[in-house]
């Protein structure tokens, strides 16, 4: 059974900072991409930020130049680097991973964590 937790979330104020770790368990096939979701209140979950097992990452247009993603693929952790946060990106941030093999594509989410911007 393949499980994602995630860590890292809080409070912080607007201008701040915070790293958010996603760490998967109970597979050792490497996913195919990881990535970051997020869902503010009444709002639909939004693409954040997203990496391949080679490296290729794409970002939402909101937060590009902000965040970062990376990932360990022996470890099948993957990071968010949130600077210069915002009051809009406060939401429940949630991890992803894709895994596409020779029997099918197979999608995994993590419980989420809450990330709060404000003064």
């Known amino acids: 059974q393949v499980q994602l937790v995630e860590s890292g979330g809080g409070l912080v104020q607007p201008g701040g900072s915070l790293r958010l770790s996603c760490a998967a368990s109970?597979?050792?096939?490497?996913?195919?991409?990881m990535g970051w979701y997020r869902q503010a209140p009444e709002k639909q979950r939004e693409l954040v930020a997203i990496?391949?097992?080679?490296?290729?990452?794409n970002y939402a247009d909101g937060v590009k130049g902000r965040f970062t993603i990376s990932r360990d693929n022996a470890r099948n952790t993957a990071v968010l680097q949130m600077n210069s946060l915002q009051t809009e990106d406060t939401a429940v941030y949630y991890c992803?991973?894709?895994?596409?093999?020779?029997?099918?594509?197979?999608?995994?989410w993590g419980q989420g964590t809450q990330v709060t911007v404000s003064s």
């Open positions: 109970g597979s050792s096939s490497r996913f195919n991409v």
């Open positions: 990496i391949s097992s080679g490296g290729s990452t």
């Open positions: 992803n991973a894709v895994y596409q093999g020779p029997f099918g594509r197979y999608e995994y």
